[in-house]
């Protein structure tokens, strides 16, 4: 169980999108996310005319680690550390800086 998980909002800490926020839109792997809009690289794909598709340069969202990624606490409006804590013996997230639960 992560701290980072699939359709958090998160912020970039690091990199040349610092700053940015984005949905996470995938899980690759422990430690690397897919985030819609962030670490975007430029590829380019040859034309396959069996599958109708067309040659040219396409963007590609690429994984980034989950170091350089911190969640986005909306009532703060800033990045916030996840602990984990019981609420009613089950185990949640929580916003270190102000205790709340995080929203799923």
């Known amino acids: 169980m992560g701290k980072i998980r699939k ?3 998160v912020i970039v800490l ?6 940015k926020r984005g949905v996470v839109t995938q899980r690759v792997s422990a430690d ?3 985030v819609d809009g962030i670490n975007v690289a430029k590829k380019a794909t040859k034309p396959n005319p069996m599958t ?5 340069i396409v963007d590609k969202l690429m994984p980034i680690h989950v170091s ?5 606490n909306a009532t703060a409006g800033k990045a ?14 929580a916003y ?3 205790g709340e639960v995080v929203k799923v």
């Open 7 to 9: 359709n958090d909002e």
């Open 14 to 19: 690091t990199g040349k999108d610092k700053g």
């Open 32 to 34: 690397y996310v897919v």
């Open 52 to 56: 109708g598709a067309t040659g040219g």
């Open 68 to 72: 350089n990624l911190a969640l986005f």
């Open 80 to 93: 916030d550390r996840v602990g984990y804590k019981s609420v009613d013996g089950k185990k949640v997230r």
């Open 96 to 98: 270190k800086s102000s």
